[in-house]
Structures are given as C-alpha cells and as structure tokens.
C-alpha cells in the first residue's frame, strides 16, 4: 500500500465470512452445472450472454470439472458451427494469452437444435443435460440447471412450457431449476401481467430471475453502499435540500437498421419504464432492514407505489428527423426516439421534488448518469449562485465516475469564487482493477441464487401501472413527438421543462475525465 499500488483480490474473498453467512444463499454452488443458452445463434447470445460466460470462466468462476453450456435455437448447427460463430465475439483474435483460454471454452459448448415449442426438440435437449450430468456422476434431481432466455418475450410462454415439461430436475435432491428472461417483459401492464401469469404458473417466483442488466452495471450497484454506508449523506438526502434529480440516458446514434423492431416498443418502453426506473428506485428507497434480496426488493416496491400519476404537461416526445427514413418504419409513425418525463414522488422524503428521467436516441453525447442537485445557498454572502449549484453527479457509462460539483475560490490574490469539483474517477483511482460487464454479474447472482439484482413480479407490476396510462395516450396519438435534429441536445421544449421543474444548468463549467 506504502507505494500507492493496489492489492487486487478475486472478487470471491472480497464478502467477509459474517456477511456470507447471514446473506448467502443456502442452495448449493457446486456440483454438475448446465447452463442452456435458448436462441443461442441470435444476437444477444452472441454479443452478450456468451462473452459474459466466457469471462466467467477465464476468472475462475465457472470451474470447468463442473460446467457445460448447451445452446439450442431453430437453426440447424453443429458444436463446431456454433463455436465458430461466436468465437470472434469472445476475444481478440490477437490476443494470445487467451487463446488457450479460449478453446477449453469453447470445447464446453454444445449445440442442440429444435423448435420453441417443440417436445421432440426439448427432449433431445434434456438427454444431451442428462449425459452430461451423468458423466460428471451427478445424482438425478441434485444438479443444477439454469435456462438463460434470450429470446423475444413471445415465445416465453411455449419455451417456459417446455422446460417445465421436458427438462426439469426430475426430483428434489438439493438441486435446482432456473429461468432468466430478457426485458421487453410486455408492452404494457394487461401484456405483462399476462406474461407474469403464464411463466408464474408453471414456475415459483424463487425460480425466476427478470435481468434488467443496469441493475449489474458498477455504479447502479454502488448505490446502496453511497447512500446508507456515508454518514454525510443521510441528513442530505431528503426535500430539505435536493432541488430535483436526474436520471439521463443519452445516445449518439438512431435506430441503426432495428427501427421496425424500435418502432413498436419506443423509448419509453425501451429505457425508461425499466432501466431508468429501477435506478431511480435505487436513489430513492429507503433503508431496507437488512441487505437480503426481499428486504431490499420490498422497499423498492414502495417507492413505486408512491409515484403518483404522470401529467401530459411533465411530458415532452421527441423523434429525430430521419427516422422516419427507415423501410421498416411507418410514414406516419408517432413512436418516440426521445422523451423527458417528471415523476413526482408522494412521501416524506420526496414530496415536491422532481424526479426527471430523460433518454434519447441521435444526440450530441453518449452517457448515461444520475444528477442530483441540491438547493440554492441561503444568504449567498458571496454572490455566486449564478455559477451554479452543488451536484452530486453519478457517471455509470462512459468513464465512470462519480464527482461532486462544489464553489471554491479562484486560485489567486483576489477573492473570486469558481466551479469545480471533488471527483473519483474509476480509471484513475482503481488502475489496473476489472470492472465486470453487467452480464457477467448478473449471470454469477443467478448461478448463486442472490435475485436482490433481479425484479420481481409486483415491483414489475407498479412500474407498469405508472407508465401504462401514458403509453397508451401515446399510442393514440393523444400525445405528439416533436421533430428534433440529429445530433442535438432534442427539443428545446425538454429544456424548458427541466427549467420549469427547477432544474438550473450551469454555464461555463464542463467535466473533463482526468488522463491517467
């Protein structure tokens, strides 16, 4: 430590033993292993779920004597086809060091054709599980399976059909049965309830696991730790002195050749009613009584049941011009690429403070980031308010960070004051230290059984219940999006909604990422 290098620990031994064994899940995390990725040779799997596993495994955390990963989906593949398709999304073909890495991987994988809703397909996959499990002398009913859906939400309910029938644990001898499955969960509340009903009669709730993969991002799960670990920010976090909060998503790119398939979710369905809300959930709950899944999942619960209803006047739509340019877009399409809405929370915390969420698409910046801004200074001796106010400025992508914007005098011989700030720069401060991919975090909570990360079907509920009414006046077109040009900040009138909410943007001042 005396030469301000850092010790890094596997991220295995960095939970101290008494916290293991109050919060630990009592399912076993050995023994035979399936991980059974359904639309294996689609994009998610390719881009995402199987990169996350590999990186797993290159850390240590999927231990080869124990694991095998099968993949399934319509199209007729062998082993080696499939490890070929996503080898290049796995590593750097350049990079040697893990090339050895790479081919014990993908020796793991095995491919098993069939349809969605096919016994025939199901069955060819429960005996490729079942030789595995054999192989690895694997008692019937004590293994582990975990189905990762990376499937669109129609065909949740024939695949979920399936698996209960086909490729279940065929007894209950300490091992268990998993499904994961991938947001959009409905486009709207009757859609997702009726989806939640179909998967819930056929699984426990214990057994389901809804990823939501800002939940996995560094920062999002640093939250409870800044919020209820730091003294200094308990008296702050309340109305008496947090003026609004921001929650901002911000692309620089469109639709890219997937408008037909944005076209029927929009922005809201697509980044706010779920990534959004969950961490405004996250900034906004109370202390849970402990840090089990359900206690913190309880209190999230009841923030959203305190968020009263939205009004078209705190709501502003915006769509880039060309969008509309796309084929698989229609002429008269009214989807929103862009929307700033304000919730408004009724509780003893919250009241009267602006909860502002905002996402777009074809903007002039990339990030994504939560701002809180604090009140006004009372008797500003120092005439500075104009500078600007105090924030406390969460970046979760790119370069994350977190750093509190704070007046300080100018350097010099007269008494001028300036904006600047104290900043913790994870490329800085933590060189050399790994910052997991969502996925992979979110896949380990999953083989451990933790769902504190997870959503659950009454919290996904209420989130629906806030946003539904909304929607659907969108979808009537009761509600217009306004034409905004590429690369701009959207329409001006979300600016001046933010300044009707009481939002004050400082001047002058810009953050810039410190250079290691």
Not at 242 to 258: A, L, P, S
Request: aromatic share 10%.
């Amino acid at each position: 430590m005396g030469s301000g290098q850092w010790h890094v620990e596997k991220r295995s031994t960095l939970r101290n033993d008494s916290f293991v064994k109050e919060y630990g899940s009592s399912a076993p995390e050995t023994g035979c292993l399936s991980i059974v990725v359904l639309g294996a040779s689609g994009d998610l799997a390719k881009k995402k779920t199987f990169p996350a596993l590999f990186n797993l495994y290159r850390q240590g955390f999927l231990n080869p004597d124990e694991v095998h990963i099968f993949g399934y989906a319509r199209t007729k593949l062998s082993d080696e086809e499939l490890r070929d398709r996503i080898r290049g999304y796995l590593v750097d073909e350049k990079n040697a060091e893990q090339a050895e890495a790479l081919s014990k991987f993908l020796q793991l994988i095995k491919y098993v054709s069939g349809g969605y809703d096919s016994e025939e397909g199901f069955k060819r996959l429960d005996r490729a599980i079942s030789e595995h499990e054999i192989s690895k002398k694997s008692s019937e009913g004590s293994s582990r399976r975990l189905f990762y859906l990376a499937l669109p939400p129609s065909v949740y309910p024939s695949v979920c059909k399936m698996i209960k029938t086909c490729c279940m644990n065929k007894s209950d001898l300490g091992g268990w049965t998993r499904i994961v499955v991938e947001k959009p969960f409905g486009k709207d509340l009757e859609s997702a309830e009726q989806l939640s009903s179909q998967i819930g009669e056929l699984f426990d709730e214990s057994q389901i696991y809804r990823i939501d993969h800002y939940l996995g991002k560094e920062l999002v799960q640093n939250m409870l730790v800044l919020r209820f670990a730091n003294r200094f920010f308990l008296p702050l976090w309340n109305r008496d002195n947090i003026e609004n909060v921001q929650i901002v998503f911000r692309e620089d790119f469109g639709t890219d050749g997937r408008g037909g398939y944005f076209d029927e979710y929009g922005i809201i369905r697509d980044i706010i009613q779920n990534h959004l809300l969950q961490v405004l959930c996250l900034v906004a709950m109370e202390k849970p009584i402990s840090l089990k899944p359900e206690h913190i999942r309880d209190e999230k619960v009841k923030v959203l049941q305190s968020v009263v209803p939205i009004t078209d006047e705190e709501v502003v739509l915006g769509q880039y011009e060309g969008y509309r340019d796309d084929p698989t877009v229609p002429d008269d399409s009214n989807t929103p690429t862009f929307a700033t809405t304000i919730l408004r929370i009724h509780n003893e915390r919250w009241e009267g403070v602006p909860f502002i969420l905002k996402a777009g698409k074809a903007l002039n910046s990339r990030k994504a980031e939560i701002r809180i801004q604090f009140k006004d200074v009372p008797g500003d001796i120092f005439r500075c308010q104009k500078q600007g106010r105090n924030e406390f400025v969460i970046r979760l992508q790119p370069s994350e960070a977190m750093y509190m914007k704070l007046t300080v005098k100018q350097p010099g011989l007269e008494m001028q004051t300036v904006q600047s700030e104290l900043d913790l720069s994870y490329g800085q401060r933590y060189q050399g230290v790994s910052i997991p991919e969502a996925y992979e975090r979110l896949i380990l909570d999953t083989i451990k059984g933790d769902q504190q990360h997870f959503v659950r079907r009454d919290e996904l509920k209420v989130a629906w219940e806030i946003f539904t009414p909304l929607l659907h006046r969108i979808d009537r077109g009761e509600v217009k999006s306004i034409p905004y040009k590429p690369g701009s900040r959207g329409p001006k009138e979300a600016d001046q909604l933010l300044e009707k909410a009481g939002y004050l943007q400082t001047h002058g001042y810009i953050w810039i990422p410190p250079t290691l």
